[in-house]
């Protein structure tokens, strides 16, 4: 999708939780693929979680167990649950869309980013 449109990031204490979504222009079913990337701070863009069409997932190691990803397709919205915050989750966390493109390529469409930070 040409436009995505991402809210949901802030500053919360080390073990709070945050839930970030995303909302495409187009219509949610009709994408194949939507991710999180996270950029830390002097850190690589990195994959945070992915969802198909067809609800598989796939998430980080650092991810495993604490973050959720999910669609919800009467709204519209793609969601990031993220609970047991750590401080190394700290980044701005970009929501992407695209076909099938590897998931370690820049492909697709990007929304603007979310500022996620964690204190200890």
């Known amino acids: 999708q040409a436009q995505l449109v991402e809210s949901g990031g802030g500053s919360v204490q080390a073990g709070g939780s945050l839930r970030l979504s995303c909302v495409p222009s187009g219509s949610i079913w009709r994408i194949r693929v939507m991710a999180w990337y996270r950029q830390g701070p002097e850190k690589e863009r990195e994959l945070v979680a992915a969802?198909?069409?067809?609800?598989?997932?796939r998430y980080a190691d650092s991810a495993k167990g604490r973050f959720t990803i999910s669609r919800d397709i009467r709204k519209n919205t793609m969601y990031l649950q993220m609970n047991s915050l750590r401080p190394e989750d700290t980044g701005v966390y970009f929501c992407?869309?695209?076909?099938?493109?590897?998931?370690?390529?820049?492909?697709?469409?990007w929304g603007q980013g979310t500022q996620v930070t964690v204190s200890s």
């Open positions: 969802i198909t069409n067809g609800d598989r997932t």
């Open positions: 992407n869309a695209r076909d099938g493109e590897a998931l370690s390529s820049p492909a697709g469409s």
